[in-house]
């Protein structure tokens, strides 16, 4: 019998489709299992990264089904954003056309992988039907204050009269057409994501089966810290300069402020200020700047002369700098600086010759209670670890972590200081003034202000045939017919929102699609997603470890408190797979190492794609393409094909039944143990080399060979179950159970000999190590007997048959 793969794995895709082979249905009597890749973008071609990500997924899924559970294993698009928008600029295209075609197209190359999914549960985001309950999660975050209008700074091509993400900013410059990019006060909608930071840091805790790395990529992300607002006074002066610290301790050994360049203070103090021109020429320069390009790469800042603060610690004189490292939407846009114990104020502090002031001393050089043995001078770099308190007045001597807490609170007391909390996490900005993206259902009302726009309206559709250049601000603002509306309210003109969400407003809630994707009267059904939901088995790329997975937790905690869910954490487990590189490199377009998937394919079937992805590295390491391996994958296949022909009606040998029973057990614990499929394919391998070995294979034999496989090679499992005279899919059987007894049976006599004679006999696990060997013989009556209390010159081990005792 031939392995025609390409035959064969179209036979079986057609027979699947046909047959409905994956859909899920909700079933109270059955334990569920929801298996969940993350969705990709539709740019029209899946790479090797998908392909990787939805194998790993569908491996799982498949052998959750043969364990009897009942799967749900749904795939769609993520289809809104700015590449679809990008193309229909560049070909003067519509990007709804592109990107069903796309979509159309990643189908078709989803679909020769072989992936168990029920496509009755497709979703895309830019069908109406979808994004329609985007908006009504949108109204619902309003009436809640969650959803919200404010003017923010953000960075702004003039040329294309569009606002750019971070991303889209090259060393300064648009993206698109190389014009300096400036920053820009706009007006815009963002989500309360930090009204749940208690909750999003908290129960981070309760993700046991997210990987460590994911969890504290989140917690820095949120990113809380206790410590002290502290007031800078102006000298002469009753003005107050709060700069926040986590670190108290230092207090008195900061011996300069800085400013971010957008301070209000600077303005107030400006007839003070001798050197006012500089510094107004600074603050110019630091608005051309990105927000990333500051905080990465700016070393720079400028003193504000003619005007000094005073450390409220210790009454000290302190220059004030402007800095544009310093933002001022972070904490209070000012900043206390400690060279002697930050080493960016250390290096800033030496190029400008500014005082230091050693305030912490390092344990191995505290040998005197007050005071330091050490100079500013001779540090070489700042100190930030622990230490002992000095040149700290009543604190010198106590240990700095101690310190921090009574400084604090000292500084409370003396009303210099306060205790608070501070977090890293944002309000999100979700507003984008592009074209292909939910619009945001609002409608602004000269008499009644900002109106929702009223469910029974929902969804508002995006208008089609706009002409979409790039240039010119919201491609939906131009649009007249869609922008002028009734107030909903008064019934007077008024106007609609052009601007769009962001996609990950899309994604943040997918999953809960999938559980009734078909419902067109809420954006699920209840009982349907508490019967499939949490998803048991999240597979998606570490890039998602913060923006996605965050979003989603916030949707999820923010639909249960309006009462829609009754759980907090949509993803029980996650799974990160890591990246396919090619000559070290990971594959991308630019490198010009891409590996298409469909080559491979045509060239070896997807089985073998499949098996190569599985076995070459395990799912959360990097995997590294090499041919080489690619055909080996290939004549593992045939090899277990060729099996077919070699069935015999004789009984298998006992070592080969044993081998077959051990080969489930491992396998079988290597897919409840985190999924270790390069263990478990090459446990198969093993086996596949002791049937060789043995020469003996039957049919019964072959049968549970193949379900082992299955969910590796569905394909060829499936052709191979078929020609064993199995009626129905390989996929109705259960994965088979190991019998104990003939684990039990991996014994072995082993026999002892001293001085040359056997004297004992031994059972013993086959395989045991020599030093457990070693210890079992000598511990034996009949062994000590012989060895008449002897010292053991020699143990010599014939593995599994004999050892020799030299004395
Ligand atoms: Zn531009
Ligand atoms: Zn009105």
Not at 368 to 385: F, I, M, R, V
Not at 628 to 649: H, P, Q, T, Y
Not at 777 to 799: A, D, M, N, T, Y
Request: proline share 4%; hydrophobic share 40%; charged share 30%.
């Amino acid at each position: 019998m031939q392995y025609d793969f390409n035959k064969i794995e179209q036979k079986w895709q057609k027979f699947w489709q046909e047959n409905k082979s994956f859909r899920a249905q909700m079933d109270k009597a059955r334990k569920k299992y929801y298996c969940l890749e993350m969705f990709p973008y539709p740019s029209g071609r899946i790479h090797m990264g998908h392909v990787r990500n939805y194998t790993i997924g569908d491996v799982i899924a498949r052998y959750k089904r043969m364990r009897g559970y009942n799967v749900l294993h749904p795939m769609g698009f993520d289809a809104f954003g700015q590449p679809a928008e990008n193309a229909a600029i560049k070909h003067n295209s519509d990007p709804e056309e592109w990107t069903y075609k796309c979509i159309d197209w990643m189908k078709v190359e989803l679909k020769k992988m072989g992936f168990s999914y029920d496509w009755d549960r497709e979703i895309a985001t830019c069908h109406p039907d979808y994004y329609k309950w985007n908006q009504w999660i949108f109204l619902k975050m309003m009436e809640k204050g969650l959803a919200y209008k404010k003017a923010s700074s953000v960075n702004w091509c003039p040329n294309c009269e569009t606002t750019l993400a971070n991303e889209e900013v090259i060393n300064g410059a648009c993206w698109r057409c190389h014009t300096q990019v400036a920053q820009k006060d706009l007006e815009q909608w963002y989500l309360k994501i930090t009204e749940y930071q208690d909750a999003l840091l908290e129960d981070l805790k309760e993700l046991v089966n997210w990987p460590a790395r994911v969890i504290a990529m989140q917690e820095n992300w949120i990113g809380k810290s206790t410590g002290c607002e502290i007031y800078f006074r102006l000298e002469n002066s009753d003005t107050v300069i709060p700069v926040f610290t986590t670190r108290a301790d230092t207090i008195f050994g900061a011996t300069y402020i800085v400013l971010a360049p957008e301070h209000e203070i600077i303005s107030k103090i400006k007839d003070q200020i001798s050197n006012i021109k500089e510094i107004s020429d600074y603050i110019e320069q630091a608005k051309a700047k990105t927000k990333l390009e500051r905080m990465e790469k700016s070393k720079t800042g400028v003193e504000i002369k003619g005007i000094k603060a005073v450390n409220p610690a210790n009454n000290g004189k302190v220059p004030i700098f402007i800095a544009d490292y310093v933002l001022g939407e972070y904490g209070t846009g000012a900043i206390m600086a400690v060279p002697a114990h930050d080493q960016r104020d250390f290096l800033f502090a030496k190029e400008h010759g500014l005082t230091m002031r050693i305030v912490i001393q390092k344990p191995e050089t505290s040998n005197t209670l007050s005071g330091t043995n050490q100079k500013p001078e001779d540090l070489e770099e700042a100190y930030e670890g622990d230490g002992v308190q000095a040149n700290s007045a009543q604190f010198d001597g106590l240990a700095n972590q101690e310190a921090k807490l009574k400084i604090a609170q000292w500084m409370e007391k003396e009303g210099i200081g306060k205790i608070q909390t501070h977090w890293r996490l944002k309000d999100w900005l979700i507003s984008r003034q592009r074209y292909w993206g939910t619009p945001i259902p609002v409608i602004y009302c000269e008499g009644c202000g900002i109106v929702g726009v009223p469910y029974e309206d929902l969804p508002v559709t995006l208008p089609g045939k706009i002409k979409i250049t790039g240039e010119g601000g919201s491609p939906l603002s131009k649009a007249e017919e869609f922008i002028s509306v009734k107030c909903p309210k008064c019934k007077k003109a008024a106007r609609r929102e052009s601007d769009t969400m962001a996609t990950f407003f899309d994604s943040s809630w997918y999953f809960l699609r999938y559980c009734s994707a078909r419902m067109d009267s809420a954006l699920f059904d209840k009982a349907e997603v508490s019967y499939w939901m949490k998803v048991d088995q999240y597979i998606g790329g570490i890039e998602h470890a913060v923006l996605h997975l965050l979003y989603s937790r916030f949707f999820t905690k923010f639909l249960k408190s309006i009462g829609m869910l009754s759980f907090d954490e949509p993803f029980d487990k996650l799974l990160t797979q890591g990246m396919v590189l090619k000559d070290g490199e990971v594959m991308s377009k630019s490198r010009g190492n891409i590996v298409d998937p469909d080559e491979i394919i045509k060239k070896y079937g997807a089985d073998t794609l499949r098996i190569f992805i599985l076995f070459t590295a395990p799912p959360e390491a990097e995997l590294e393409w090499n041919e080489a391996a690619i055909d080996g994958s290939f004549r593992f296949i045939m090899r277990i094909w060729r099996l077919l022909e070699k069935i015999e009606s004789k009984e298998t040998p006992l070592e080969v039944r044993r081998k077959l029973h051990s080969t489930i057990k491992k396998v079988t614990e290597d897919m409840e143990g985190g999924f270790k499929f390069n263990t478990a394919i090459s446990a198969i391998m093993e086996l596949v080399n002791e049937i060789y070995r043995a020469d003996a294979v039957n049919k019964e034999m072959l049968n549970t060979l193949v379900i082992v496989l299955a969910p590796f090679i569905p394909h060829a499992a499936e052709e191979m179950w078929q020609a064993l005279g199995n009626r129905e899919s390989a996929f109705t059987a259960s994965w088979p159970e190991y019998g104990e007894e003939f684990l039990k049976l991996d014994k072995v006599e082993i026999a002892i000999q001293i001085k040359g004679k056997v004297r004992d006999k031994i059972e013993m696990d086959v395989d045991i190590g020599e030093e457990k060997l070693k210890q079992a013989v000598l511990e034996r009556e009949q062994v000590k007997k012989w060895l008449e209390g002897k010292p053991v010159k020699k143990f010599i081990v014939v593995p599994n048959k004999l050892v020799n005792i030299v004395v």
